[in-house]
C-alpha cells in the first residue's frame, strides 16, 4: 500500500530549494559568478548607453566590422563546444577532443579579431580617453576578452585531460566513469553559453547605439 504521504499532491516531487542543494557547490559558485558577471556588464551597458544618448559625438564612427566577424567566430565556437558532454556520455573521446580543439581554436581567433579591431578604432582616432561611446566600447569588449581568456585557459586545461585520457585505453576507462570530469564539461559549456550570449547582447547594443 502507498503511504499518505506518497497520496499526497506533488509528492515525490523535489522543491526548489531541494534542486539548488543538489547542485554541486563548484556549479553553484560558477551560476552566482555568471549572475555577478552579468550585472556588472548590464550597468557598464547602461552606462554605455546614457553616454551616447547624451554626449554628442565630436567624431562619429562607425562599429569595426571585425566585430561581425568575431561574432560569428563566437557563435560557431559555442556550438562546438555544445556537443563535448554529448560525446562525452557516448565514451567518444577522439571526437570530444576534436570539439574542443576547434571551440580553443575559434575562441583564439575571436580574441585575435577583438584585438585587431581595437587597432582599426585607434587608426580611426578613437581613443580610449576621448570618444565617450569609444571609451566604453574598450572597456566593455575588453573585460569580455578578459572573461573569454579564462574560458579559453578552463577549455586549454581539459584539452590536456582528455588528450592524455584518449591516448590509453585504461586512462580512457577512468575518464570515462569520472564524474567530475563530466561536471566540467558541463561547466565549461555552460560557461561559454553565457560568453555566447554576453557577447551577441554587447554587439547589437553596440551596433544601434552607433
Known amino acids: 500500500m502507498k503511504s499518505e504521504n506518497q497520496n499526497k499532491i506533488g509528492a515525490g516531487k523535489m522543491s526548489s530549494f531541494e534542486k539548488i542543494e543538489k547542485v554541486p557547490p563548484l556549479k553553484m559558485l560558477l551560476y552566482i559568478s555568471m549572475a555577478g558577471m552579468g550585472m556588472l556588464f548590464l550597468v557598464l551597458t547602461v552606462l554605455f548607453l546614457v553616454k551616447t544618448s547624451n554626449a554628442a559625438p565630436a567624431t562619429p564612427f562607425a562599429l569595426p566590422k571585425l566585430f561581425s566577424v568575431s561574432t560569428v567566430l563566437i557563435l560557431v565556437s559555442g556550438f562546438f563546444i555544445h556537443q563535448v558532454p554529448s ?20 575562441g583564439t581567433a575571436f580574441s585575435v579579431a577583438q584585438v585587431v579591431a581595437w587597432y582599426e578604432m585607434m587608426s580611426a582616432n578613437i581613443l580610449f580617453d576621448g570618444h565617450p561611446a569609444g571609451t566604453f566600447l574598450y572597456l566593455l569588449s575588453a573585460l569580455h576578452l578578459l572573461h573569454v581568456a579564462g574560458g579559453l585557459a578552463f ?7 582528455v588528450n592524455r585520457a584518449a591516448a590509453d585505453p585504461i586512462r580512457t576507462l577512468v575518464f570515462n566513469r569520472d564524474p567530475y570530469r563530466l561536471m566540467q564539461l558541463q561547466m565549461l559549456r555552460s560557461y561559454w553559453h553565457f560568453l555566447d550570449a554576453l557577447w551577441i547582447g554587447l554587439f547589437f547594443t553596440f551596433l544601434f547605439a552607433l
Open 155 to 161: 577549455c586549454s586545461f581539459l584539452f590536456v585531460r
Open 87 to 106: 560525446y562525452y556520455a557516448q565514451d567518444d573521446l577522439l571526437t570530444m577532443k576534436k570539439r574542443l580543439l576547434w571551440g580553443l581554436v575559434l
